[in-house]
């Protein structure tokens, strides 16, 4: 079972635009949830993180923002740029096991 | 990558082989561990060590072994290699001196089972 759900599995957007994926998860122990970014042929790398008791967190173009009540959480990027384009995953866990639940990961293109 | 080694980088193998997949850190993290990258299932986590010759099991464990007899190297081994086993694996690694720490991932090891 898939505790945390991620959508879309694919996503096109054109350079400019706002590039929006979402997440949500079942285990309410849950505390803790970071966004990884991959490029092809490399690991994930940590892009953001938020833990739940702030609803929204922003770097830069990105930010998270988090709805504890409905256990979801998404991912903004705005002014999407063909830099961007890379698979990103949503993460979930609690913190006093760091044992992080991925989401099914979305590949993102912007095009330009 | 953080000082992630994972070797090889392409493997081709036959069914009922067995396979050894090396994953060497140079930062003298703690905690090191094996995920597999299907489209659809993002990264399952196989198996995880917390010390040298502590392991636990993690998600999709089955047909999977790990050791690690030193801090630096944490290796994966696939008994006898099926074709649902042919993935991405990648390692990863953190500190362990905190909580909510971000992981570190090596480059991943492509491997093919025919």
């Known amino acids: 079972q898939q505790q945390v759900k991620q959508s879309p599995q694919s996503l096109i957007v054109q350079k400019g635009g706002i590039s929006i994926i979402n997440c949500a998860y079942e285990n309410t122990a849950f505390d803790y949830f970071p966004w990884y970014q991959q490029f092809p042929g490399k690991g994930p790398a940590l892009l953001i993180a938020i833990r739940p008791d702030v609803s929204e967190k922003k770097e830069g173009r990105f930010t998270i923002s988090f709805n504890k009540s409905a256990k979801q959480f998404s991912l903004h990027i705005m002014d999407s740029q063909p830099g961007d384009s890379a698979t990103y995953f949503c993460?979930?866990?609690?913190?006093?096991?760091?044992?992080?639940?991925f989401g099914g990961g979305t590949r993102l293109m912007v095009k330009p | 990558d953080a000082g992630i080694t994972q070797s090889p980088r392409h493997k081709v193998t036959e069914t009922g082989t067995p396979v050894t997949l090396r994953c060497h850190q140079t930062e003298n993290h703690r905690y090191m561990y094996w995920y597999r990258q299907d489209p659809g299932h993002g990264l399952r986590l196989i198996h995880y060590s917390y010390g040298v010759k502590d392991t636990d099991k993690g998600e999709v464990s089955d047909g999977y072994s790990v050791s690690r007899s030193k801090t630096e190297d944490f290796l994966l081994t696939l008994e006898s290699a099926t074709s649902s086993q042919t993935s991405v694996y990648f390692c990863a690694t953190r500190p362990g001196t905190g909580l909510y720490e971000k992981l570190f991932f090596g480059s991943g090891t492509q491997l093919s089972v025919l």
């Open positions: 993460a979930a866990s609690n913190g006093a096991g760091n044992m992080l639940t």
